[in-house]
Nanobody
């Protein structure tokens, strides 16, 4: 059974940084594109960043240059480095393993990020 477990969330002051991790157990991590999404209170879940099987990143325009997505296939782990955080970045952050053919997408349980002074 494949599981995605996020970690690294917490409370940070405006302007601060956090690095989120997503450990994927089961399956072959390297075979899948991965993504980070977030959902703020009262809002829909939104895409933030994705990374291809080959390691090419792509971002929601508003976070480009502030957030950095990466992957370590040897550790079955996806990362999201977030810098210059603002209160608008407060949300639950989810990692997602993208679908391939008939293999469905999979989500982690989420990790809370709160940006507040």
């Amino acid at each position: 059974q494949v599981q995605l477990v996020e970690s690294g969330g917490g409370l940070v002051q405006p302007g601060g940084s956090l690095k989120l991790s997503c450990l994927v157990s089961g399956g072959i991590f390297a075979d899948y594109s991965m993504g980070w999404y977030r959902q703020a209170p009262g809002k829909r879940r939104e895409f933030i960043a994705g990374i291809s099987i080959g390691g090419s990143p792509f971002y929601k325009p508003s976070v480009k240059g502030l957030f950095n997505i990466s992957r370590d296939n040897a550790k079955n782990t996806l990362y999201l480095q977030m810098d210059s955080l603002t209160p608008e970045d407060t949300a639950v952050y989810y990692c997602k393993r993208e679908k391939i053919g008939s293999t469905p997408e999979l989500w982690g349980q989420g990790t809370q990020v709160t940006v507040s002074s």
